[in-house]
């Protein structure tokens, strides 16, 4: 579970972040991100439509991208407002394959911080 104050709720931030953010695809996820201009903690949001699959499909996979978002929360820089969108091919997606997706959309979107963040802290 994200904390409260990592979590996007209300339509409103969502709608912004999609609209405003810079948008990066691969095969099982659409990341949207955008900066706030007040700052304060990351904060990510998830979008998986009935096209991922069942009801059971849908909660599966927003399960596994929540666990790797908050794995990456700390690698995020402050104010960052993040929305993922599953595609219908996360529904039959590995946990491994949905992080290396969320990885290489998350360095597109953010002109790359990711890479050096990672490379640093496996040293």
Do not use: W
């Amino acid at each position: 579970m994200l904390a409260a104050a990592n979590r996007l709720n209300d339509a409103s931030s969502f709608r912004d972040v999609t609209r405003r953010g810079r948008r990066a695809a691969s095969r099982t996820v659409v990341v949207h991100v955008d900066m706030d201009p007040i700052g304060g903690a990351p904060s990510v949001g998830f979008v998986v439509s009935r096209a991922v699959g069942n009801s059971v499909a849908r909660n599966r996979v927003k399960r596994r991208l929540r666990h790797l978002a908050r794995a990456r929360l700390d690698l995020l820089p402050p104010g960052t407002r993040v929305v993922v969108r599953a595609l219908p091919a996360a529904g039959s997606a590995g946990t491994a394959a949905l992080g290396v997706d969320l990885d290489r959309s998350l360095d597109r979107a953010l002109d790359g911080p990711l890479r050096g963040a990672r490379a640093g802290a496996a040293q």
